[in-house]
């Protein structure tokens, strides 16, 4: 079965934490994507990945970091510098920039 | 301002209904997408299109790129309709591209 997995499902931060919220794809695509998505807002992208080993920043990149060291995984560190991370974090894939994107279930972090 | 609207926001239809959500953007867009978001938060694409009309089962896309406006259509919808639709545009970012999102429409079919 092809797709994308996000771990864990609900996440719980405490103040001054970082926290990394996973994402695996298993569809062999090339680029992947961290999405955040607050209450009455459309999605924001916040860093995306065209290949392995390469990143760039998209429009609220502060506060967090990502590596892409495999093709198949691109893990998001929500850093202590974000300071209003509760959200619901979404993570896509696609074969290449401009082609569908395939979601995965979505990660909700809480701060405590 | 928000460079895709969507309308209406919030929707509720009894079913067998015949449904249309509406998309306006304001930039030139190499394409669009519609997206479904189910309450548990999982997203599906449903479709993506730069021109024309594109059909999958009851569900129907059009696009109109002279005016800017895209139409997502459900026919003879169906309380498991009821979900986020979204639409989203592909924009020029630098030498890449990237999508900008609506806000959503809730869509809520009942029995």
């Known amino acids: 079965d092809g797709g994308i997995t996000q771990s864990p499902k609900y996440l719980f931060r405490k103040e001054g934490q970082n926290v990394t919220l996973s994402c695996e794809q298993n569809?062999?695509?090339?680029?992947m994507y961290w999405y955040r998505q607050d209450p009455g807002q459309g999605l924001r992208l916040i860093y995306y990945s065209q290949i392995v080993n390469d990143f760039q920043k998209g429009d609220i990149a502060e506060g967090y970091s990502v590596s892409r060291e495999k093709k198949e995984s691109f893990p998001l560190t929500v850093t202590s510098a974000q300071k209003n991370p509760t959200a619901f974090y979404l993570c896509a894939s696609s074969i290449a920039q401009q082609e569908t994107q395939y979601f995965g279930p979505g990660t909700r972090l809480l701060v405590l | 301002k928000n460079e895709v609207e969507q309308s209406p926001q919030n929707l509720t239809a009894q079913e067998g209904e015949f449904i249309t959500i509406n998309c306006s953007y304001s930039v030139g867009i190499s394409a669009l997408h519609w997206l479904q978001q189910h309450p548990g938060g999982g997203i599906v694409s449903l479709f993506m299109?730069?021109?024309g009309k594109k059909k999958h089962g009851r569900l129907i896309a059009t696009i109109n790129i002279q005016e800017k406006h895209s139409s997502l259509h459900i026919t003879a919808s169906h309380p498991r309709d009821s979900a986020v639709y979204i639409c989203a545009v592909s924009l020029e970012w630098g030498s890449n591209y990237k999508l900008t999102f609506g806000k959503g429409t809730l869509l809520t079919v009942n029995p």
């Open positions: 569809l062999n695509h090339d680029a």
């Open positions: 299109l730069s021109s």
